[in-house]
């Protein structure tokens, strides 16, 4: 009896369920970071239906309906789902994983290489707050936001507090957009993000905010928004915002992201 469940069930039956665990797992977090939980809910909610009425129950009329839904479904989800899936996409070719054998034969820059920014963008949003001056600013992680840079004007700099400060001044005419942060530089500045319409967003919040979590949600950048209207910080991340952080949350929650 042992053998022959064995020899129904093996190894590759296991290997199959690992996969599409894990498969299923993935596109949970993306949905979840992406603010799109209850569509991802429902879809898996439709299939285990579908397979229970028409695989196991055998009932074919309403089998056939529905198995014509899913056909048109898968359509309609790629065109829903453009941005994640690019970002899945995305995540999946730029994964640490792949490039093992490539960082074997260059040099890993240091914790401490990879997050310079991070004091001068601290000591910027400080004296912001202080002064209540609105700004954004996005740090690109794995995902690259070129497509975002170009939206505003390419500046290239050195990371500087005073500079940051300058940009965001309210006089200057970059002021508005976000200043996006890549490799240890200033890339450009007057940027235009991706909004959320995520509907658990305290109403009070502004523009500045729900584009730092827009972009949290299509990508897996850092947003730092200081309220114009309060001098509160807050930050984006990982489909979540962070709200009324102090300097040293702030230093401390952005020193502990991986």
Known sequence: MGSSLFAIFGIKDLIDILLVATLLYYVYRMMKDSGSLNIFVGVLAFVITWVVLYKILDMRLIGTIMDKFIDIGLFILVILFQDQIKRFLIELGSHK???????????????????????????????????????????????????????GDMIEADINTRLIE????????????????????????????????????????????????????????????????????????????????????LEHALSNIE
Request: hydrophobic content about 40%.
């Open 97 to 151: 994983g792949w490039g093992f054998m490539a960082g074997i034969f260059r040099h890993k820059p240091t914790t401490d290489e990879k997050k310079r920014w991070i004091m001068p963008v601290v000591y910027a949003c400080m004296s912001m707050a202080r002064s209540k001056t609105g700004a954004l600013i996005v740090i690109e992680r794995q995902m690259p936001l070129d497509d975002y840079e170009h939206t």
């Open 166 to 249: 300058n940009i965001f001044f309210k006089n200057s005419p970059l002021h508005d957009g976000a200043l996006i942060i890549a490799g240890n530089k200033i890339m450009s500045a007057g940027c235009i993000l991706p909004v959320s319409h995520d509907t658990s967003l305290p109403r009070y919040l502004g523009l500045r905010h729900r584009s730092a979590l827009g972009i949290a949600q299509a990508t897996d950048a850092i947003a730092i928004v200081v309220s114009e209207e309060t001098g509160n910080i807050s930050y984006a991340h990982k489909g979540e915002i962070h709200l009324k952080l102090s300097s040293t949350d």
